[in-house]
Structures are given as C-alpha cells and as structure tokens.
C-alpha cells in the first residue's frame, strides 16, 4: 500500500511569483484536504476535494486554488505569493467508508520559502 | 479565535512513566477527536481518535479520555517510551454524513521522553 506522497520537498519563490504543489493521495481514498502549517503553529485546514469537486474551504483567499484529478492525485495552486504564505503544506487523503480508513492521513509536506 | 488549545508547548517525562496531554476546544459542534503525532521533516501520523458519544478510547499504549462537559480531552501514553518524542497534535472535527471534514488543530504539545 502506497502512503500520501507530495512534491517537491521544499521550493523557494519570491513574492508575487505562482507556485503549484502537487500531492497524490493514498492508495483507495478519494478524499483530498490541504493544510498550511505555519512556523510553531498547527496546521489549518485551506479546502478538501472530493471526486474531483472542491468539498469545503477554510479561510483563505481565492488566490489558493486547487484541482483534482481522476486518479484522486490534487494540486494546490497559490497566485500572487505574500511573505506570509511562507509555510509546509500538507495533504492528507482520505475516503469516507467508514472505519480507519475514514481518518485522514498525511503526506510528508512540502515546505515553502517566499523571499 | 483559537477552537482548540493546547496550553502546553513541551512536556518531558522519564522513560517508563506516563505522558498526559491535554487538550481544550471551545466549538460545540466538534464531535470528534483525534490526536496525531509529527516527527521533523515528515507529516502528521495519526495516533488515536475518539467520537463523542464516548468517554474513553484505548489501543495499546495509547488512551484518550474525552471529558465533554468540560470540553476537555487528554491522552496518556503509559509506558512512554523515548521514541514517543514528538510533537503531539490534538485535532476535532464536526463531521458531516459520518466522514471527517475539515480538521482544526491545536498548536501542538513537544514531549520529550528521556531514558
């Protein structure tokens, strides 16, 4: 069973560039969710995807985006890169059957430097 | 506004004895707990999690107690262990048709076991 997977591992931008992460999920899920972790904060919930629709969102601005594709893999897209947005991003996967399964698990994280 | 607190930012116990952390929410939509734990340089793994129609979880080492009056939960990790160290998360959700939605987390607990 292959876990969550995320790439690339770490990038640095510079404000006002776009960045796009990309995450492919669990083997079986079908349920996406992004978070940003900020430096000695937990991580929040940025929005969910599910079967390819967006399935909730957090307090973000629009100019964080995302897709889904058919094989579950997601993408996160942030446009018009701020300081703040300096962070690890995580994606979880998850499918909503039931059980263990119905819990979220975690990629690795990809950590953003916006200089 | 912080939904869920952990006040507690390190903790640090001897090897074989128990580890309590505690974690308090304030939103009383939240109707499931989970805790996770995060190494360096890689996700958040999930440890435990507990419904709210329970009071008590247990699996292995691990134990959550939910106290919902108070809006209070806890984990005890008994015996701890040195590779226990790390930091814990303490996260609630409101879910919807019985599958984990958006996760809120608290900033974390870094316990550090030593031998």
């Known amino acids: 069973e292959t876990g969550v997977t995320q790439s690339p591992t770490h990038l640095i931008k510079t404000r006002g560039q776009q960045v796009t992460l990309r995450c492919s999920s669990q083997?079986?899920?079908?349920?996406v969710s992004w978070y940003q972790q900020a430096l000695g904060q937990g991580p929040q919930f940025i929005f969910q995807?599910?079967?390819?629709?967006?399935?909730g969102r957090g307090n973000f601005p629009p100019r964080f985006s995302g897709l889904q594709f058919p094989n579950y893999s997601s993408e996160l897209n942030v446009n018009a890169l701020e300081l703040d947005d300096s962070a690890l991003y995580l994606c979880?996967?998850?499918?909503?059957?039931?059980?263990?399964?119905?819990?979220?698990?975690f990629g690795p994280g990809t950590r953003l430097t916006v200089l | 506004d912080q939904q869920v607190k952990q006040n507690s930012p390190s903790l640090s116990v001897q090897e074989g004895r128990i580890s309590i952390l505690n974690c308090d929410y304030t939103?009383?939509?939240?109707?499931?707990f989970l805790w996770y734990k995060k190494y360096p340089a890689e996700g958040p793994t999930f440890l435990i999690s507990?419904?709210?129609?329970?009071d008590k979880n247990e699996d292995g080492r691990f134990t959550v107690f939910l106290n919902k009056s108070a809006k209070h939960l806890s984990l005890h990790i008994v015996p701890s262990q040195p590779g226990d160290s790390a930091v814990y998360f303490c996260?609630?959700?409101?879910?919807?048709?019985?599958?984990?939605?958006?996760?809120?987390f608290g900033k974390g607990t870094l316990l550090t076991v030593n031998p």
């Open positions: 979880a996967s998850s499918s909503p059957t039931g059980g263990i399964e119905n819990e979220q698990f």
């Open positions: 083997s079986g899920h079908n349920t």
């Open positions: 995807y599910y079967r390819e629709e967006e399935n």
């Open positions: 939103n009383s939509m939240f109707d499931y």
């Open positions: 507990i419904s709210s129609i329970k």
């Open positions: 996260a609630a959700s409101a879910r919807r048709g019985g599958s984990n939605y958006k996760l809120t």
